[in-house]
């Protein structure tokens, strides 16, 4: 893929906000991630035609947009948490936000190699090369900087819990966005089935795996 002069001066700046912000230590990098993930979140959310357009081929349907949009509504979530913990006392929070980030990322990737392997350049709801830019690159940069801070910490355990009832259902919560996760990554056709679509596109596949990457 031949990058125009706009691609190199936004991989540029890119690479040197990414610097900068790791350079300043866990709190400013926490702070530019949730920039950052708001901003692609509210992006998701209010435009997701302009945003598949510049990576898809084929005609762009309604559970396109619902997906993206699902999609983003989970990212700006996902700062949201972020926003309300961050003054926690209790050191482990930060870094189970990295990790789940870490974690969360490493997903994402996946779903785009698998995409490229297997949705590249169909003439209908099939994925463009262009997606190797803004899917891998941009995910890999925000893995590096999660996974660095959150490799620097010796601060793995977690304080006491207590037994009563928020705690309990944040406990199921918590096993439910796992397994449900875990499932729709893994057979997004059968997540789309129970939506009434029996014939997926690429589009569709590979969206309901991002959205399960972050959930």
């Known amino acids: ?39 692609f979140g509210l992006g998701w959310m209010v435009a997701p035609g302009i945003l598949l357009e510049q990576m ?6 309604e559970l396109h947009m619902y997906i993206s949009r699902s999609f983003g509504a989970v990212m700006v979530g996902s700062v949201v948490t972020w926003y309300m913990t961050r003054n926690s006392g209790d050191v482990t929070v930060s870094n189970v936000l990295l990790y789940s980030r870490v974690v969360g ?36 940069v925000w893995l590096l900087g999660n996974l660095y801070h959150s490799a620097r910490t010796d601060q793995f355990g977690c304080f006491g819990q207590r037994n009563d009832r928020v705690s309990f259902v944040l406990r199921i919560d918590g096993f439910f966005c796992l397994v449900t996760g875990v499932l729709g990554f893994a057979f997004p056709d059968m997540a789309l089935s129970l939506m009434g679509l029996t014939s997926p596109d690429g589009i569709h596949l590979h969206m309901v795996r991002c959205f399960n990457a972050v959930v």
């Open 56 to 61: 898809t081929k084929g005609p762009l349907d």
């Open 105 to 140: 990322i490493t997903m994402q990737l996946l779903a785009v190699a698998y995409c490229q392997m297997n949705y590249r350049d169909l003439e209908k709801g099939g994925w463009t090369q262009e997606q190797i830019f803004y899917g891998v690159f941009g995910n890999a």
């Open 1 to 39: 893929m031949e990058m125009s002069t706009t691609d190199i001066v936004r991989t540029a700046a890119m690479l040197v906000a990414f610097a900068v912000a790791v350079s300043r230590g866990r709190k400013i990098w926490m702070m530019a991630d949730a920039g950052a993930v708001l901003l």
